[in-house]
């Protein structure tokens, strides 16, 4: 796993065994490819950050900060290893549970990512619902995109469950069984 542009790439970066599951360097590519008009300058807040590779690959592509977020104090020792080893400065990582963090954040973004534990069976926790019909809305600055990851499966993963009452998902892009779900506030 590495930081794929910018400048820190192809800087490797550290992952804690067993802890997370980074998102892929393909889905984290493609997710960059498409964002890129956006970042110089953006504020990004990475949700379920595990090794912090989406608000590093932000910062090293010209994001101005990045807010790394994990509940995992494992995780968040080793986004904070790797914000120093790249060098990319402008970055916090705050250890918190993530929709803990969002209800109380008074800090607004361009870009919000959540790449939670996906929703594998009925009854799993869909934590991108409860953060849709949260705050994350407040959250974002005005022509700012909340991106989720899913699995193809129950919650957003699932096709007749990913819409919310003042959200419209403004693109969608799958990659294998993950899915990148692009949303934006409807008025």
């Known amino acids: 796993m590495k930081i794929i542009a910018g400048s820190a790439k192809g800087f ?12 892929q360097d393909r889905v984290r590519e493609a997710l960059f490819n498409i964002l890129t008009p956006l ?8 949700l ?8 590093l690959e932000a910062l090293s592509r010209g994001a101005a900060y990045a807010c790394l977020v994990d509940a995992s104090a494992a995780a968040c020792r080793t986004a904070r290893q790797n914000l ?4 990319l400065n402008h970055a916090i990582v705050v250890q918190s549970d993530c929709l803990s963090f969002t209800r109380r954040s008074c800090e607004q ?3 919000i990512f959540a790449d939670p ?8 926790r869909d934590m991108i619902a409860e953060l849709l019909t949260g705050r ?4 974002l600055l005005p022509g700012g995109y909340f991106i989720a990851e899913a699995q193809l499966g129950y919650g957003v993963g699932d096709r007749l469950t990913r819409d919310f009452s003042g959200w419209r998902i403004v693109d969608e892009r799958s990659y294998g069984k993950n899915t990148l779900l692009f949303y934006q506030p409807a008025s």
Do not use: Q
């Open 109 to 111: 973004f361009n870009l």
């Open 48 to 55: 379920f950050c595990g090794t912090g590779s989406v608000g």
């Open 117 to 124: 534990p996906y929703c594998k069976s009925p009854g799993d």
């Open 12 to 23: 490797p970066l550290l992952v804690p065994k067993g802890e997370v599951r980074p998102t």
């Open 136 to 139: 994350a809305a407040e959250l």
């Open 39 to 46: 970042l110089p300058g953006a504020r990004v807040l990475d």
């Open 84 to 87: 120093t080893r790249t060098k």
